[in-house]
């Protein structure tokens, strides 16, 4: 059973800070990881995916991936309250075990508050 | 502009009813899904569809069903047997599915607005 784990919050952090958010998942087949930002009551946004071991960058963001810990984080610099969101971590994962092809697993969101 | 849309934004159905949920993508994708999402839920999949004139079941069909007559459009109906129907319906599309393994297993998804269903 492909699981991918967030903690539900909320994360709660000043203006200014870093935020840390943290996702593991169970498939070490895995290949590809995807984070993505939804406020309340809209559809999901990419903000970043990866999938090489190591970090990736992209302004404020970044995603660090660690395949043997089964783990990938996102961490955004210099939170701003507009970055109140949730976030969801989705991991690529095979629909089933007969088919050669793959999907998306969703977390269940980390809820992050940025105060002023 | 390239994107996908759904409509309508909000549904109201009487218990009995089955409702149709309308997405259309522009982006020339082959793959295109329908996830449900729960208040502090994650998003859970529906259906999805690789190719027109093919679509498959995801984790949670039960009381669903879905066409793909046309690459642009992939209309799902959520029928009277669904229980408990009250949710946000969210359609997504891809160029295609990502494969299984391997490093081109890259399959970022774009998603439409959403439609926000009630039953009464």
């Known amino acids: 059973q492909k699981e991918v784990e967030q903690n539900s919050g909320p994360l709660s952090v000043p203006e200014g800070a870093i935020a840390s958010l943290n996702c593991t998942y169970s498939d070490r087949g895995s290949q590809s990881f995807f984070w993505y930002r939804q406020y309340s009551g809209k559809s999901p946004e990419l903000i970043m995916f990866?999938?090489?071991?190591g970090d990736k960058e992209d302004g404020r963001f970044t995603a660090q991936l660690n395949k043997a810990s089964q783990y990938v984080s996102l961490l955004i610099r210099d939170s701003q309250p507009s970055d109140s969101a949730t976030y969801l971590c989705?991991?690529?994962?095979?629909?089933?075990?007969?088919?050669?092809?793959?999907?998306?697993?969703f977390g269940k969101g980390t809820m992050l508050l940025v105060s002023p | 502009d390239g994107g996908i849309t759904q409509s309508p934004k909000y549904l109201f159905r009487k218990e009995g009813q089955n409702v149709t949920l309308s997405c259309e993508q522009n982006l020339n994708h082959d793959a295109m899904y329908w996830y449900r999402q729960d208040p502090g839920q994650g998003l859970r999949l529906i259906y999805y569809s690789q190719i027109v004139n093919d679509f498959q079941k995801g984790d949670i069909a039960e009381g669903y069903s879905v066409s793909r007559e046309k690459k642009e459009s992939f209309p799902l109906t959520v029928t009277s047997a669904q229980k408990n129907p009250t949710a946000f319906y969210l359609c997504?599309?891809?160029?295609?599915?990502?494969?299984?393994?391997?490093?081109?297993?890259?399959?970022?998804?774009?998603f439409g607005p959403g439609t926000r269903l009630t039953v009464l």
């Open positions: 989705a991991v690529n994962s095979p629909i089933n075990q007969y088919s050669g092809y793959s999907t998306l697993t």
């Open positions: 990866i999938y090489s071991n």
């Open positions: 997504a599309s891809s160029t295609s599915l990502g494969l299984a393994g391997g490093i081109s297993s890259y399959n970022e998804q774009f």
